[in-house]
């Protein structure tokens, strides 16, 4: 069993709509919970942070980390086609220190 | 701020030679650098974690011979692919540490293509 595990996709949605990107893990040292966005051919860059479980909001970025389930997610509302990439989890037990990524999921905003 | 860079961007290479990567930290100080793999449509894999003055630390698997990694000052750290064969081709990405928060900053990766 993977450490980290994301639903590959690809997801397509229209733009505007809602969308839901989820991780499980099976690690319960992992207290540092992030999201990155990754564009084609490009290093990945941080969406969100979160330490230990609850919510935290930044504009249209939700991001909800579920200790208890060992489940993140990140939901992005009213979503743009600049918004099309491949969403990464992360997580690591020690702060900065040897992140652990899920395998990405490719998203597509259709305009 | 926090800007890390990576040359070359991309790079083809033969069967057998050798390729440097160097990743730079621009802006800040790096106590500790990271090299990742990255296969197509697959997730980042550590490769190994360097720190300033001292040998790298190597993920289980990753041969250390073949991936050379030198962290020769707190802004530069270099990967060295040697002897590269076809199944090296990948995408090469670092990431810098600045210590005292919990946010790498990664590079925007090299191509290796090995023919």
């Known amino acids: 069993q993977k450490e980290v595990e994301q639903d590959p996709g690809p997801l397509s949605v229209p733009e505007g709509a809602i969308v839901s990107l989820n991780c499980t893990y099976s690690n319960s040292a992992f207290q540092y919970f992030m999201w990155y966005r990754q564009y084609s051919r490009k290093g990945p860059e941080l969406l969100m942070y979160t330490y230990s479980s609850g919510n935290k909001e930044d504009g249209r970025f939700t991001a909800q980390v579920d200790k208890s389930s060992k489940y993140i997610s990140l939901f992005i509302r009213d979503s743009q086609p600049s918004d099309s990439a491949t969403y990464l989890c992360a997580m690591s037990a020690g702060g900065a220190q040897k992140l652990v990524f899920g395998q990405g999921t490719r998203l597509t905003i259709n305009p | 701020g926090a800007v890390v860079s990576q040359h070359p961007s991309r790079v083809i290479c033969k069967s057998g030679t050798s390729v440097k990567i160097e990743c730079r930290s621009l802006?800040?100080?790096?106590?500790?650098m990271f090299w990742y793999r990255q296969f197509p449509k697959k997730s980042l894999m550590l490769m190994a974690t360097?720190?300033?003055?001292?040998?790298?630390?190597?993920e289980q698997g990753v041969e250390k011979d073949k991936f050379l990694i030198n962290h020769a000052s707190l802004t530069l750290s270099t990967l060295t692919v040697t002897s590269a064969h076809p199944e090296d081709s990948s995408f090469y990405i670092c990431?810098?540490?600045?210590?005292?928060?919990?946010?790498?900053?990664f590079g925007p990766g090299t191509r290796l293509t090995v023919t």
């Open positions: 802006d800040f100080q790096a106590t500790t």
């Open positions: 990431s810098a540490w600045p210590g005292g928060t919990y946010e790498q900053y």
């Open positions: 360097s720190n300033e003055g001292s040998k790298a630390t190597y």
